[in-house]
């Protein structure tokens, strides 16, 4: 229910888009977190490695210090989890999601491309408050190291991203 959330157009007519409905509930959990670049492709950490997001867009029910831990996601409630994540590294690389100190073999992705453009999805599960979920590089394929983004005029790129959405609570 959304308790003292008024959602709808500039009418205020009340109307709750269900696409958007979890913005307007008091116990959403939400979060966008992101990584901008000057290089076309960010060097790669070793393996095994989380990826630290140094901006943030809306979040709620889950806690990032984009300064101190940028690497570090803390899923501040319980619940069944669905977690996509974007990465562009320039290689054939392996990325995935690492939830309480483990690596889900389940959320490994990988792509045979030069590109390196990788996109993944997991259903995940925290029975633990606070528990912390990490994006890692996992594995660095050879030559993935790309040329810097150095045209005139070029803009600062998104070239990973998160995002976290609470989907349910954990079933009894």
Known sequence: ???????????????????????????????????????????????????PFNQQGPFRGIFHDKVNTPEEIKLLKTGIYEVTFYADSGGPDYFGIELAGTLLPESIYRSRSAAGIKYGQVII??????????????????????????????????????????LGEVPV
């Open 125 to 166: 599960r925290v029975d633990t408050p606070n528990t912390l979920l990490r994006f890692l590089f996992v594995f660095r394929a050879p030559s993935t190291l790309a040329a810097k983004n150095n045209a005139v005029g070029a803009p600062v790129a998104v070239n990973v991203s998160l995002k976290v959405i609470k």
């Open 1 to 51: 229910m959304s308790r003292g959330c008024i959602c709808g157009g500039n009418s205020g007519d009340g109307f709750k888009d269900k696409c958007f409905e979890f913005l307007c509930e008091d116990d959403g959990v939400f979060g966008f977190f992101y990584r901008f670049e000057e290089d076309s492709t960010f060097p790669l950490p070793a393996n095994n490695t989380p990826i």
